[in-house]
């Protein structure tokens, strides 16, 4: 049976979209009708459970706080990238496309677009159903509505909150729209790994689209060594820490932004790391043309047999 007839309640072209995404940049280039215009646009990537959506709705919200219109678009089925900036779970983009039979032309932008915290406007793309479809069909579903409805002309600032590791071409999709990709990492080796596949998955995008490297995030890390040694070794530099700090775990419980939270000292340092990140950004910063390691050479590096 063919994938697709089975599952009635996504359209077809998500499984065509699939094999199409599944070649990592080796597409001759970006889409004209897809281009998002003249927003930054930033990819934010890392291990699954690194804390991709809080640094990006921080980011988000320290780029707001320097006057800048933002738009965070959260690429993952569990939906919760903007959850707290908008202190809710809010109703993803195939959600409501499947209630109107994926007839985009009946949405309204309230349908999927919700302000939240300073004014950022948040939109969930989704995901296809469990072991259905592909990603990059629902990232690119999500762009065409944005671009329909103009909602992107008066924004500034594109964060794309993406799934995981780069395990498929859907999932780099957000690196076809993305001027830079920022990975969050943590000082272990699972997270290292990851961010080494995702440096590949980079660059060969590179090849075909506009997105360059803009730097490693240090995430949930006291310490540093092992994620700057890696760096070192390919390439890159950290270009932002936050630490393993109780007030930021409290943020996410609260439904909040860091910057909602009670004055304290370590809530000082870790806004103004993040208020600091974002004028780097804005700035253009420094681009990175990383040499990814094989996988036996990272076992190696990182002392295991």
Sequence with gaps: MNRCSAMPAFPAQSCQSAATFAEDGARSGP??????????????????????????????????????RVLQIGCDPKHDSTFTL?????????DVLEQVDFHGEDLRPQDFVFEGYNGI?????GGPPAGTGCGGYVVGQ???????????EDTDIVIFD???????GGFAAPLHHAERALIVTANDFDSIFAMNRIVAAIKANARNYDVRLGGVIANRSDGTDQI??????????????????????QSRLKKSTLFEM???????????????????????????????????????FLGFD
């Excluded at 998002?36 to 934010?44: K, Q, T």
């Excluded at 304290?264 to 950004?281: H, K, Q």
Aim: with cysteine; glycine share 6%; aromatic share 6%.
């Design 31 to 68: 889409d004209p009708d897809l281009r998002i215009g003249d927003a930054r646009v930033f990819a934010v990537y890392g291990k699954g459970g690194i804390g991709k959506s809080t640094t990006s709705s921080n980011l988000s919200a320290a780029f707001s706080k320097l006057g800048k």
């Design 162 to 168: 993406v799934l995981g590791d780069v395990v498929c």
């Design 228 to 249: 700057d040694r890696f760096a070192q070794a390919i390439g890159i530099e950290r270009i932002a820490h936050f630490p393993m700090l109780d007030v930021i775990r």
């Design 86 to 94: 908008t202190k809710r779970l809010i109703p993803t983009v195939i």
């Design 262 to 300: 009670e004055p304290s000292a370590d809530l000082d340092l870790v806004l103004n790391e993040y208020l600091r990140l974002a004028a780097s950004l804005l700035s253009g910063a420094t681009i990175y043309d990383a040499r990814p390691m094989s996988d036996r050479h990272i076992f190696d």
């Design 121 to 125: 406007l948040c939109v969930e793309a």
């Design 142 to 152: 999500t762009v065409k509505l944005l671009k329909e409805h103009r909602l992107l």
